[in-house]
């Protein structure tokens, strides 16, 4: 079950506490996954962002990877709002949950591989209630191995790649998007359109169970 007092990487939770003390107004501290419990699709992301999630304390929100993400729930029917601004916001999800695969801030935005290992724990409970059919979105490589290594699955049998999807034990299916960043959306390696392929298809895939992979 997910702790939100969690110091189980000293690295992590060292930095947090430097964070913490630079930013008294700030979350820092483990960020929780938002959204209901009963689902159809969860979406992984890598980490807390400095001025986002780590801030107010709901993944992806008050940054700017937030805002396509966001914006095209709404437009999927995932969210009551396109915004996501604070946790005080209205804003609701519906048959959707955001979390990520590491859930505190590591320094450069980059987490060890030992890092993402401890916090599996947490994201391997999450993934053990979802219902078959339900669909896992991955946002980036790092979130999609994370996945795999959970569900003790080889990461060289299922190759990350935007559109890419696979069918996993117990009737989910993985399915793969470059992450929402700036880096990303700014250099039109994602575009718009792009993600909104990528919910399209999410929305096809939900509950049609897999097939065994």
């Known amino acids: 079950m997910f702790d939100p007092d969690c110091r189980l990487c000293p690295r992590l939770a060292s930095f947090l506490d430097d964070v913490k003390v630079d930013h008294p107004d700030y979350h820092a501290r483990p960020v929780a996954p938002f959204g209901p419990k009963k689902i159809q699709l969860l979406i992984v992301g890598l ?120 069918a996993l034990p117990d009737g989910l299916w993985l399915l793969d998007s470059y992450h929402c960043s700036r880096y990303n959306t700014q250099t039109k390696r994602l575009t718009e359109a792009m993600f909104q392929q990528v919910f399209a298809r999410a929305q096809a895939l939900m509950g049609a169970p897999a097939p065994a992979a």
């Open 47 to 166: 980490a807390p962002g400095m001025h986002g999630a780590n801030a107010t304390g709901r993944p992806f929100t008050g940054d700017h990877a937030g805002v396509l993400l966001y914006q095209t729930l709404y437009d999927f029917g995932f969210s009551n709002k396109p915004v996501s601004m604070s946790v005080n916001d209205g804003l609701k999800l519906k048959n959707c949950r955001i979390t990520n695969a590491v859930k505190c801030l590591p320094p450069q935005n980059k987490p060890t591989t030992d890092e993402v290992k401890i916090c599996s724990r947490f994201l391997k409970q999450e993934i053990a209630e979802l219902k078959p059919g339900t669909v896992v979105l991955a946002l980036g490589s790092i979130a999609h191995n994370a996945i795999l290594r959970t569900l003790g699955l080889k990461v060289g049998q299922y190759k990350f790649g935007h559109l890419h999807e696979y």
